[in-house]
Nanobody, 120 residues
């Protein structure tokens, strides 16, 4: 059974940094596509960053140059390093894994979310 567990959220001042972690069990992280989403109050869930099986990375424009998605293959943990945080980054952040299945199918799995609040 695939399970994702996020941690690392919290309260940080503008300009500060946080690193979110996503511990993956039940599958091999590096064999699947990992995404980080966020959802702010009253807004739709937004895709923030993606890392593919081959290690290609993509970011939404608002976080480019500030956020970095990565993974530790031996530990099977994904990360989202967030620097130069702004109040607009305040949201619940979710780890998402697209697990590859036969015939080209992919099943999505979600973590429980971790709250990030950027405020002075």
């Amino acid at each position: 059974q695939v399970q994702l567990a996020e941690s690392g959220g919290g309260l940080v001042q503008p300009g500060g940094s946080l690193r979110l972690s996503c511990v993956v069990s039940g599958t091999i992280l590096s064999q699947n596509t990992m995404n980080w989403y966020r959802q702010a109050p009253g807004k739709e869930r937004e895709l923030v960053a993606t890392m593919t099986k081959i290690g290609a990375r993509n970011y939404t424009d608002s976080v480019k140059g500030r956020f970095t998605i990565s993974r530790d293959n031996p530990k099977n943990i994904g990360y989202l390093q967030m620097n130069s945080l702004k109040p607009d980054d305040t949201a619940v952040y979710y780890c998402n894994l697209l697990v590859s299945r036969p015939l080209g199918k992919r099943d999505p799995y979600w973590g429980q979310g971790t709250q990030v609040t950027v405020s002075s």
